[in-house]
């Protein structure tokens, strides 16, 4: 909107380069306010780095109840995480403050300096994606707080015309990007693979089939048959494609990694490494929410989508260390811990669309390895892969998005970690770069030729701590991005 006639109860002040931002309508009510407001922010030494705010009580000065004044750090460093940043952190405290009605003039300090629509889709993604809460599992909920009606005010009609359009496209996106965090966050019991299978069905604009069981067998995908064994819950194989209708630019394949839960298997995880493998099934989570966006989003690019979701668990018919199994592609693999079972899910599915389907780009994202964590902490996913290009396309559009991305060697010295005695390969390296060893295993069931990435995202796929724009728990890492990517195809 480009009315400044606006009421609410939270009134958002951009804060830019160590002041309030300069413009006849902050002016104005900066003077009917008496002035305090730049008084005050000098006595606390307010320095208005990105997302620290002030709240101030406007006493009835103005016809809010409340000024926010949100930093938004220096003009120089303005980018688009950053406005995220500042949404989000608006759009909290406005739910502190039980607001019903934010108007925010963040707008009218950036849009110069990026583009309105640019700005649109930034403030909302982080309005959105801040103030997502997980709470279908509690009997109390909060979510009466969440501000109801949320206004940005643009300096034009032109400019609100953009940044308008900018909104709609990040609300839509962060509504796929929650729609991922809420797949994580489901505890193991109420996600079977089943279940999995039945969200890709119901995901609209998308052609879905759904492989199962013995089907999975029968088919000859026995990496991910065994991995399932051990479950009362059988495993499913999932293809989904999106069809754009107009010209198509790239054709791309993308492959979740979708363990329900991670016990380890027979190679059994010690309790506290167990507490958060819900999220074992991240990857697939980051394609559903994924495919669901494209048919909103249209982009010129022809996606498949692949999930391989099985639950790895102990008990009488679980596979066991030592076992052999046959992948989709024909090879070999002992399963010397079962443990490693991610590499073993994936396999069937990359092996299936290399045989199947032909495209310009595969990536596969995955929570594959704990060393990815070692390596790179909880904020960086790690990539590997067989084209320069690729990744560096990933990495430009993990940049823009926030989601950061760091390249390990696909180091082929090390592919002789991974033979076998007694088959063509194993599922585990020696002690060192395990993410790197990951990587090589998977290697096996791609083409030579073939343009692949593969994303491990043990680490960022599970916030820690709350991070600005999510709170503890799933984040669907790699949503945003691997959108973006595709928008740049
Ligand atoms: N799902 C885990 C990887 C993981 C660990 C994700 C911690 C998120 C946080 C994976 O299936 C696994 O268990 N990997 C093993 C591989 C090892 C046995 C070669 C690991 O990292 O220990
Ligand atoms: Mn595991
Ligand atoms: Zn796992």
């Known amino acids: 909107r480009s009315s400044f006639r606006s009421q609410g109860d939270v009134l958002v002040l951009p804060f830019l380069d160590g002041k309030l931002f300069s413009h006849p309508e902050i002016n104005s009510i900066q003077k009917k306010m008496g002035?305090?407001?730049?008084?005050?922010?000098?006595?606390?030494?307010?320095?208005?780095?990105?997302?620290?705010?002030?709240?101030?009580?406007?006493?009835?000065?103005?016809?809010?109840?409340?000024?926010?004044?949100?930093?938004?750090?220096?003009?120089?460093?303005?980018?688009?995480?950053?406005?995220?940043?500042?949404?989000?952190?608006?759009?909290?405290?406005?739910?502190?403050?039980?607001?019903?009605?934010?108007?925010?003039?963040?707008?009218?300090?950036?849009?110069?300096?990026?583009?309105?629509?640019?700005?649109?889709?930034?403030?909302?993604?982080?309005?959105?994606?801040?103030?997502?809460?997980?709470?279908?599992?509690?009997?109390?909920?909060?979510?009466?707080?969440?501000?109801?009606?949320?206004?940005?005010?643009?300096?034009?009609?032109?400019?609100?015309?953009?940044?308008?359009?900018?909104?709609?496209?990040?609300?839509?996106?962060?509504?796929?990007?929650?729609?991922?965090?809420?797949?994580?966050?489901?505890?193991?019991?109420?996600?079977?693979?089943?279940?999995?299978?039945?969200?890709?069905?119901?995901?609209?604009?998308?052609?879905?089939?759904?492989?199962?069981?013995?089907?999975?067998?029968?088919?000859?995908?026995?990496?991910?048959?065994?991995?399932?064994?051990?479950?009362?819950?059988?495993?499913?194989?999932?293809?989904?494609?999106?069809?754009?209708?107009?010209?198509?630019?790239?054709?791309?394949?993308?492959?979740?990694?979708?363990?329900?839960?991670?016990?380890?298997?027979?190679?059994?995880?010690?309790?506290?490494?167990?507490?958060?493998?819900k999220d074992d099934m991240s990857g697939a989570a980051t394609v559903l929410g994924v495919m669901k966006l494209l048919p909103q989003l249209k982009p010129s690019v022809e996606v498949y989508g692949y999930v391989a979701s099985a639950e790895n668990m102990p008990d009488g018919g679980a596979q066991r260390p030592g076992d052999v199994v046959t992948a989709y592609n024909g090879k070999t693999i002992e399963v010397l811990n079962t443990d490693a079972e991610g590499r073993l899910a994936l396999a069937d599915a990359l092996s299936y669309l290399t045989k199947h389907r032909k495209v310009d780009y595969i990536i596969d994202i995955a929570t594959l390895t704990g060393a990815a964590l070692v390596a790179l902490g909880d904020l960086y996913t790690a990539a590997m892969g067989t084209d320069v290009e690729l990744i560096e396309k990933l990495k430009k559009s993990g940049e823009i998005c926030g989601e950061k991305i760091w390249e390990l060697p696909l180091a082929e010295e090390y592919a002789e970690e991974i033979k076998s005695q007694v088959a063509d390969i194993q599922n585990i390296g020696g002690p060192y770069a395990g993410t790197i060893n990951g990587a090589l295993f998977l290697k096996h069931f791609v083409d030579e030729k073939a343009k692949w990435a593969h994303l491990d995202i043990a680490g960022p796929s599970w916030a820690n701590k709350p991070l600005a724009y999510a709170p503890k728990g799933g984040t669907g890492i790699m949503v945003r991005t691997l959108l973006h990517f595709f928008s740049e195809l």
Do not use: C
């Open 35 to 277: 002035n305090l407001l730049a008084k005050l922010l000098a006595k606390e030494e307010f320095k208005g780095e990105v997302g620290d705010a002030r709240q101030f009580s406007t006493q009835g000065k103005i016809v809010f109840d409340y000024v926010l004044v949100m930093g938004l750090g220096k003009a120089k460093d303005l980018s688009v995480e950053n406005l995220r940043k500042a949404a989000a952190k608006s759009a909290q405290a406005g739910e502190r403050l039980k607001a019903k009605k934010i108007v925010s003039l963040l707008p009218l300090a950036v849009e110069k300096k990026i583009g309105a629509d640019q700005v649109g889709q930034a403030l909302s993604e982080g309005t959105a994606l801040g103030l997502y809460r997980f709470e279908k599992y509690k009997s109390k909920k909060s979510q009466e707080a969440t501000p109801r009606e949320l206004s940005f005010i643009a300096a034009d009609a032109k400019t609100a015309k953009a940044l308008q359009a900018g909104l709609k496209r990040g609300a839509i996106i962060a509504g796929g990007v929650n729609y991922a965090r809420d797949l994580i966050n489901t505890p193991a019991r109420d996600k079977p693979p089943e279940f999995l299978g039945r969200e890709a069905q119901k995901t609209r604009g998308v052609r879905t089939r759904v492989f199962r069981h013995r089907q999975l067998q029968k088919m000859g995908m026995g990496a991910l048959y065994g991995v399932g064994m051990g479950s009362s819950e059988p495993p499913v194989f999932i293809e989904m494609h999106y069809k754009p209708k107009g010209r198509v630019k790239k054709r791309v394949a993308i492959v979740g990694k979708g363990i329900v839960f991670d016990s380890g298997g027979l190679s059994l995880k010690p309790p506290k490494s167990m507490e958060t493998m």
